[in-house]
């Protein structure tokens, strides 16, 4: 085969390559498409009173005031273990919902210096609301 031939032959292999996965892609949405689940969509209206019950455990998480409680004194005392400079940061940053260079302004420090203390803070907080991070 001369240098021509060749040429052709992988161009011609190219393009039947090209085709073919083309139509192996279209063939795949068509079988996806054709296999989708269809869903059946019924109004609120003509549903039984039955399906429209709530369970346990959705009431749960609509209502978690016992769970959610729990959190919040954990939180609350992971929050009082920070120290103050970082405490006041958190407060400023998402109590009273300050910039960081506003903070920065106030306490007389870099924009830089707030972002690692927020970031120091936040760290410690999550570690200690973690199961194993009893500790700050």
Known sequence: MNHQQKSEHDELRARFTAWLETTVYRARLKYLEREKPKVNIVSIEELPESALAVSEKAA??????????????????????????????????????????????????????????????????????????DKL
């Open 60 to 133: 749960y998480y609509a209502n978690p005031k016992s769970a959610f409680d729990f959190e919040e004194e954990r939180l609350a005392e992971a929050f009082a273990k920070l120290p103050i400079k970082r405490q006041e940061i958190l407060t400023m940053l998402f109590v009273e919902e300050r910039k960081p260079e506003e903070i920065a302004r106030i306490l007389n420090c870099s924009p830089q210096h707030v972002y690692d203390q927020r970031y120091q803070a936040l760290k410690k907080l999550r570690i200690a609301l973690t199961k194993d991070g």
